[in-house]
């Protein structure tokens, strides 16, 4: 079947939903090209289908495939920001990197090389897991790329800052402490958001305090008010290389029923994307969603909401990338 595309400012864009009904043909990121039809990109997007380092409920390495089929209905004017993210720059689905499942120290060196090898043309990177086990090697690759370790923000139910599960160093609940300790993440710009629910004792926050992590908490975010938490995180972030990681379960179960390890009292889905809007015209050097697992979802809830989260964050490289040309 012909592809009929919506190719605005030079660039080849999504499959024209006007001509092809949305619900037909290969489900690329919002029916972009693949990497493969186009000469290069400026931005990336590739999933790791990969949840070997989970503690609760597998099933996030079905979570890109999940995404880009719930990024079917998503078109290329973003009004929100009033930005064409996909007319701005070229943006391609590069697949999905080919990740062991049965070893996680060669899952990440997997991760790692793979992310630097889509970013040597100085390329963007958008990434969809897999569980959060891989954001480790993807900021190792956004850290060497910058030249400097970069801001984190970080936003999710959960900490990620614990030493290990059942002696295992590597795994999604551990990734961002191995970031500090491997200083490439700069502990001046680092902060989670979204986090709630119960703890192993209050030393879980004591050792975040002790690396640095700022932290505004779901409740913080329903009482202070979007604008408010915006304005904080940008201060922290500053004009720094910034890397955001998105744990889907930092929305409320009531909007991402599908994930690993639910936590209720969460945030919105409208919360989410109006934060990431505020922070237009940051350093954005590179972004991950994770941990959608779509056995557990119900009415592509999780799937559009994780879909609509990247989309947002594309449209942010997107404009940062315009801004600069």
């Known amino acids: 079947m012909e ?79 009033d930005v064409s993210p996909f007319a701005n720059v070229q943006v391609a689905d590069a697949g999905d990197m080919a990740v062991n499942p049965f070893n996680i120290d060669e899952a990440i060196a997997t991760i790692e090389r793979n992310a630097l090898e889509l970013t040597a043309d100085g390329a963007s990177l958008m990434t969809i897991g897999g569980d959060h086990t891989i954001a480790l090697p993807l900021l190792r690759a956004a850290s060497e790329r910058a030249g400097a370790p970069v801001a984190l923000l970080h936003f999710d139910a959960h ?5 290990s599960y059942f002696g295992a160093d590597y795994t999604h609940g551990t990734p961002f402490r191995r970031a ?41 975010v329903f009482r202070r008010g ?32 599908g994930t690993g390890t639910p936590e209720a009292g969460g945030m919105t889905s409208r919360e989410m994307l109006e934060i990431l809007r505020g922070l237009r015209g ?28 990247c989309y947002d964050l594309i449209t942010l490289m997107s404009d940062l990338r315009a801004s600069k040309a």
């Open 226 to 257: 979007v604008d408010d938490v915006v304005a904080t995180l940008r201060e922290r972030v500053g004009d720094r290389p910034l890397y955001i990681s998105v744990d889907i379960d930092v929305l409320d179960p009531a909007h991402a029923p």
């Open 3 to 81: 592809e009929i595309r919506v190719n605005e400012g030079g660039h080849v864009g999504p499959i024209d939903s006007s001509q092809i009904p949305r619900y037909a043909g290969a489900a690329t990121y919002a029916r972009l090209p693949r990497l493969d039809q186009v000469d290069s990109a400026d931005i990336k997007i590739v999933g790791v289908p990969f949840d070997t380092g989970v503690s609760y409920r597998p099933g996030a390495r079905f979570g890109a495939t999940h995404v880009r089929e719930a990024s079917r209905l998503l078109r290329p004017y973003n009004p929100a920001m």
């Open 159 to 163: 900490l990620d800052t614990w030493d």
């Open 282 to 309: 940051l350093n954005l050097v590179g972004a991950d969603v994770v941990e959608v697992a779509p056995a557990y979802d119900h009415a592509e809830l999780t799937g559009v909401a994780a879909s609509h989260v």
């Open 180 to 220: 500090v300790e491997e200083g490439i993440v700069d502990t001046d710009a680092i902060s989670h958001v979204g986090t709630r629910g119960p703890l192993y004792g209050k030393k879980d926050l004591d050792d975040d305090e002790r690396m640095g992590f700022g932290i505004i908490t779901s409740a913080d």
